[in-house]
């Protein structure tokens, strides 16, 4: 072990109070500023020679620059992420420099007798528009019915196990046809399986990355040399639940109904349905019931600089789709149709996640024109009648 190591590692042990329900010396000088801010100075400079960043957040109050993540996360979110009584260490790579660097990522781990109990990963990166490396996982973790928009001037969401930001413009440039937004993407766990709506804290969990995203993003543009910073986030609207489904009315949408000639075994598979992010930068139906159980997925993009992660899908998933006012492809699992709208390109997504019955994969086929039609509809987009070619 390295003498910087043991250093850092007394300094982070000398910290706790000691037995007996007594002070230790180092606690009672952290009560001075001038003395706190000495002390973690030289324990964030052992700690960097060691390769990382520890402190505590019960006993260790952050200072100028101690916050993990380019300087960007709070005492206060930290805390709600990981509790008061544990160890946090963060990793992460610079950002910006004389390169401009825009890719980055960041860990902060919580420890509990030292083990690591909960872990958060936050990346800065430029989603793909050209090769479609970004258009499965990343929608279908980041765009799912749990998320709810982060509110008013703030273009990005969050749900109980993620949440992502997209930084500003006039930061990082407007995406060309096939470049996609730069986005803070925060993870906790694994979407949509550890963390649903109704678990014990998801809600707290939700505001904390919540904060997280936007203070990480915030951070991300200092360090990329742009003067413009977010606002933190208000109150979040309710997540979507599993509920009934109106058949007449799928997803909430108006006018959107399973063909007339389903099957009755296909229309009890699809009586459940949630569905979330009204007036959000996505809105995403699900159809069936929880994963693994679900059906049918249905997602509108309506933030232009998104829609170029499914560039791939649009021009190269299969048989075309035309209309009057975009183009699409599909397959038996994936229909992907973009439109030039009024407030610029969006994109509708139909997606089968499995098979009714054993009954082949056909829902897409059946399903995107209509989904297409009420959806432009809804958002002023329309009329819109989307045309399946032959060959």
């Not at 479609?132 to 799912?144: E, N, V």
């Amino acid at each position: 072990m390295s003498e910087q190591t043991e250093a850092a590692q007394e300094a982070v042990e000398a910290v706790e109070p000691g037995g007996g329900g007594r002070m230790s010396p180092l606690r009672r000088a952290l009560r001075s500023r001038t003395a706190r801010t000495a002390v973690v100075a030289g324990l964030v400079g052992a700690l960097l020679g060691a390769g990382a960043v520890a402190w505590r957040t019960d006993t260790l109050p952050l200072v100028d620059g101690a916050a993990p993540c380019w300087d960007s996360l709070g005492e206060g979110t930290v805390t709600a992420l990981f509790g008061e009584d544990r160890e946090v260490r963060s990793e992460e790579q610079r950002l910006g420099g004389s390169s401009g660097l825009r890719n980055g990522s960041c860990r902060v781990t919580g420890f509990q007798d030292g083990r690591p109990r909960r872990a958060v990963d936050i990346r800065v990166h430029e989603l793909d528009g050209l090769y479609g490396a970004d258009g499965d996982r990343w929608p279908a973790d980041y765009l799912d019915p749990d998320m709810v928009s982060l509110g008013k001037g703030l273009p990005g969401m969050v749900s109980g196990a993620r949440a992502w930001i997209a930084l500003p413009e006039k930061c990082t440039g407007k995406p060309g046809d096939f470049e996609a937004a730069t986005v803070v993407d925060v993870s906790l766990g694994r979407a949509g399986v550890d963390y649903e709506p109704g678990f014990q804290g998801w809600e707290e969990d939700r505001a904390a990355l919540a904060r997280a995203a936007v203070e990480a993003a915030n951070g991300a543009i200092r360090a990329l040399g742009c003067p413009q910073s977010y606002a933190a986030p208000g109150a979040l609207a309710k997540a979507g639940d599993w509920e009934e489904a109106d058949q007449d009315a799928l997803c909430g949408i108006k006018g959107f109904a399973l063909p007339t000639g389903f099957s009755r075994e296909r229309r009890e598979a699809l009586t459940r349905e949630r569905f979330g992010g009204f007036g959000g930068p996505a809105r995403s139906c699900e159809v069936g019931g929880p994963a693994p159980n679900t059906y049918l997925r249905f997602t509108t993009v309506e933030t232009p600089s998104l829609t170029a992660i499914f560039n791939k899908a649009v021009l190269h998933g299969g048989t075309r789709l035309e209309g009057p006012r975009g183009y699409g492809s599909l397959s038996e699992t994936r229909a992907a149709y973009k439109a030039k709208c009024p407030k610029g390109s969006v994109v509708f997504l139909v997606e089968q996640k499995r098979a009714i019955d054993d009954v082949a994969f056909d829902l897409t086929r059946s399903l995107l024109p209509a989904y297409v039609a009420a959806e432009a509809e809804r958002i002023g987009c329309g009329p819109e009648k989307v045309r399946i070619m032959r060959g």
